[in-house]
């Protein structure tokens, strides 16, 4: 079966397109982070990266009401970016 330059052409130019199209969903997933309501959120793996301390002191932070959280339904704590920003400036 042989196809001419015209059809092949046109074939490779919607399957460029089509990647060009997976790119973009591709890039919009991995940029895009935990939201609410539009504000970003920190579970504990970012925070102890971002502050340098361990699970226990987010856990102590909590029990103090240091820092606000949120416990959704799988168990996790996740941080308003906004509360973690005042916290650091407060200790600073």
Known sequence: MNIDRENF??????MLDRFDMLDKKIERLTTQRN??????????????????VSTRTLQRYRKKGILP?????????YYKATDVHKLILEKL
């Open 9 to 14: 052409e046109a074939w490779m130019e919607r």
């Open 35 to 52: 939201c609410l309501d539009g504000e970003q959120l920190l579970d504990n793996q970012d925070l102890m990266f971002l502050l340098k």
């Open 69 to 77: 959280f949120f416990k959704l339904d799988d168990g996790r704590c």
